[in-house]
């Protein structure tokens, strides 16, 4: 089964950038599709952007500001975040899409003055 290590987060001031990178641990192709999901507090968990080939997707609240992409490997997934608010605090975690891999452990992601 395929699992992901998700690593980058931090605390950023609203405006900052972060890159989060997400490895995969076990083979995955350039066909899979990877995506990018954040959980907020007490809210459910949603998707964010996602990778098909070369193909990118992005959800609404992150589009023209979230960059997903893959690494030089294949089994490394990006996720440049510019322009952060406020509003995009959660743990971020990646997965393949439909979700189908176990959850791992995420990486926080704090934006505050």
């Known amino acids: 089964q395929v699992r992901f290590v998700e690593s980058g987060g931090g605390l950023v001031r609203p405006g900052g950038s972060l890159r989060l990178s997400c490895a995969a641990q076990t083979d995955i192709t350039v066909d899979t599709i990877v995506a990018w999901y954040r959980q907020a507090p007490g809210k459910q968990r949603e998707l964010v952007a996602r990778?098909?080939?070369?193909?990118?997707s992005y959800s609404p609240f992150v589009e023209g500001r979230f960059t997903i992409a893959r690494g030089n490997g294949k089994d490394t997934i990006s996720l440049q975040m510019n322009s952060l608010k406020p509003e995009d605090t959660a743990v971020y975690y990646c997965n393949t899409h439909p979700a189908g891999a176990t959850w791992g452990q995420g990486t926080q992601v704090t934006v505050s003055s």
């Open positions: 990778i098909y080939g070369t193909h990118t």
